[in-house]
């Protein structure tokens, strides 16, 4: 797909993925509040156009880092939901074997590195695959995906400067929530976090992180300029997290921002503003965007049965998958 | 064949033969053009810019980079050019490069080496230039060695270059210059696998790094009082050869541990507790420990020796087990 057919049928598509991201998260919240999934989650509600649009411009062997937010980067690559949701319930079938929860899925058979619960920390690993293809003289790249608050996180800017001076295949995607947690961006930062991008020596772009279409216009320009070996750059997505930081904190969520500006931003929802394209441009009826919608409800509910048939990992595997070579006594166990 | 080589020209010799067995191995550092103290020469020139990798200084960014090349089917070495350079790379070592593979529940593995070079005190380095920081990664599960002799020094490192996890290779700055017999060939020396330095009756010297050539000489000094030291060395801290340690003990009956790293949660404290639950029937005395004090080291020439471990120190040890009764 390239923006010269971004057609009514691609532009179904990526609202189908912004749809299927909004249902997993909102059952994600609802398990997590029944106590299915035993942790809490940062969900991506709200930011969806800019893991699709990015996504929809790379193929399986370009490579994503994600962050703790990341459920939804993993499914705009093309993640399973059932092995998601196994995942996010400690199961066998989940990505990882119950071993990661929801901040490290990870598909590295699908080029998704994994989420990070440490902010910035996935981007010098892209750095180092993009290195990786370059070497090997292959067509690949690799897209970090990160928050605002990672662009004052020193191993960001030192794999900023990297990307530039080794003119890496690497499209470096900020997403903008103007909220590091609780801290507002233009308190935290001075000046625009693209122009910082461009002081390094990256191209830097700023783009309409609500609007899907938009974001893989851009973002598109960007990989094809990273695959002809024209170096990295740097694309901001101006964007906005409609719920609590994670779901632990939604009940002390108004303590930093006001329900007017939450307001003002779901006006923009991702999904409305495709979905009012898609009904303005090419007709698309109610009934269409109703049956899609119906279509990600069946899926998701689909998932999250058979993902809880899938048993837990047993107490005599704990150990397991710490090392790729094992010794007698090691790795050590709780007693001798 | 075997030659005369420094511990340097040894793990260059490793280096050598690793990437041109294996297209994946590639080396990440700073200063390349400096080419470490050797351990680096030859190596841009032999295999290019692409495999031998001059980075910024930035050291977080270098180890994560080598995690993702990893990730991407590189066999990555990362050199860092003094120990302390671990420190600002941590949260890349230990949270991400170490933790990764058991979070993505086995789906890949982190095939990478740490030169960790410069460890330990020589001498006026101070502070910030003085450390022996394998406890830390120890702690964190990294796969650690660190080599007393030339030969265990490409030993190692060829096998931490094969290991497909991470492993730190300790080099101790007072033996990068020592020479010593090296074959020629490419040889591995498997982890878990301690070695007799000198073999003994009465006491176990459990000693590693610089240290081993210390207790050696200390061993013909307590020779000459009568008494016989097992010297008996690691090579590989994590993971220990536990079975050839509790041979020794077994043996012996008496152990002192001869370590310069922390008292407090240092690599001695883990030995003398894994002596301690696992062979106490052998003992005849109480474990004693020679360490590095619980202090920053200081710059000036007395109180820097002070603080390390000594061979003064660990005959005095030595005597004291063995006036045990």
């Known amino acids: 797909m390239t923006s010269s057919n971004l057609d009514a049928a691609s532009l179904v598509s990526m609202y189908r993925q912004m749809r299927l991201i909004r249902r997993f998260e909102e059952r994600t919240a609802e398990l997590i509040d029944a106590g299915e999934i035993r942790a809490h989650a940062h969900l991506y509600i709200g930011e969806e156009a800019v893991a699709v649009g990015v996504s929809a411009a790379l193929n399986t062997q370009d490579i994503t880092t994600s962050t703790h937010r990341g459920h939804g980067h993993i499914l705009a690559k093309g993640g399973d939901p059932m092995r998601m949701f196994a995942e996010l319930m400690g199961r066998k079938a989940g990505y990882n074997r119950g071993r990661g929860g929801s901040m490290h899925i990870a598909d590295l058979g699908l080029g998704i590195f994994g989420a990070n619960g440490i902010v910035g920390a996935g981007a010098p690993m892209a750095c180092g695959a993009a290195r990786m293809f370059k070497n090997r003289g292959e067509p690949h790249v690799a897209v970090p995906f990160f928050g605002d608050g990672a662009m004052n996180q020193g191993v960001l800017l030192e794999s900023l400067n990297v990307a530039a001076i080794w003119d890496l295949p690497v499209v470096f995607v900020c997403e903008n929530n103007q909220y590091a947690i609780t801290s507002p961006i233009a308190e935290m930062s001075r000046g625009s976090l693209a122009e910082r991008a461009a002081a390094f020596g990256l191209k830097a772009e700023t783009v309409d992180g609500m609007d899907a279409a938009a974001v893989f216009e851009a973002a598109t320009r960007l990989v094809d300029r990273a695959r002809a070996g024209d170096g990295a750059s740097f694309l901001e997505c101006r964007t906005y997290r409609f719920e609590a930081h994670n779901t632990a904190l939604r009940a002390s969520d108004l303590t930093y921002r006001t329900a007017a500006e939450i307001e003002r931003w779901r006006e923009r929802d991702p999904l409305t503003v495709l979905a009012q394209r898609l009904d303005a441009e090419d007709g698309w009826a109610q009934g269409d965007q109703a049956a899609v919608d119906a279509e990600v409800n069946a899926e998701i509910e689909d998932a999250i049965e058979r993902a809880g048939e899938s048993p837990r990992p047993s107490a005599d595997t704990a150990l397991d998958h710490m090392y790729a070579q094992t010794y007698p006594g090691f790795p050590a166990g709780v007693s001798e | ?325």
């Open chain 2, 1 to 325: 064949m075997t030659r005369e080589l420094s511990f340097v020209e040894a793990m260059n010799e490793a280096l050598m033969q690793e990437m041109a067995r294996d297209d994946a191995v590639v080396i990440f550092g700073e200063n390349i053009r400096g080419q470490g103290r050797g351990e680096l020469r030859g190596l841009q020139d032999a295999y290019g810019d692409d495999r031998i990798i001059d980075l910024p200084i930035s050291e977080a960014a270098m180890t994560g980079i080598a995690t993702g090349a990893a990730l991407a089917g590189g066999r990555p070495v990362v050199h860092f050019q003094v120990s302390s350079l671990i420190f600002p790379a941590f949260d890349q070592l230990v949270d991400q490069a170490a933790k990764l593979p058991l979070m993505l529940g086995g789906q890949a593995h982190v095939a990478a080496t740490y030169m960790v070079m410069g460890c330990g005190a020589s001498g006026g380095r101070a502070g910030q230039h003085s450390d022996n920081p394998y406890p830390y990664l120890i702690h964190a599960g990294i796969k650690s060695v660190m080599p007393s002799t030339p030969a265990d020094a490409k030993g190692l490192l060829t096998t931490a270059v094969r290991e497909d996890d991470p492993v730190a290779v300790f080099v101790p700055v007072r033996l990068m210059a020592t020479k010593g017999s090296v074959a020629e060939e490419p040889y591995a020396i498997p982890l878990a696998q301690g070695e007799v330095k000198r073999t003994g009756k009465d006491v176990t010297v459990v000693a590693m790094g610089h240290l081993v050539a210390e207790a050696l000489a200390s061993a013909e000094a307590l020779a000459a009082d009568g008494i016989d030291a097992e010297i008996w060395d690691p090579r590989s801290l994590l993971p220990l050869d536990r079975a050839g340690l509790a041979a020794s003990v077994a043996k012996t009956g008496r152990v002192v541990l001869f370590d310069d790293s922390h008292r407090s949660c240092g690599y001695a404290a883990e030995l003398s507790s894994f002596i301690g639950e696992t062979c106490f029937g052998d003992l005849k005395a109480p474990i004693k420990r020679v360490t590095r004090a619980d202090v920053t080291i200081p710059f000036g020439q007395h109180i820097e020796d002070e603080v390390l471990p000594d061979r003064r120190r660990l005959e005095q040890a030595v005597h004291a087990v063995m006036a045990w009764s």
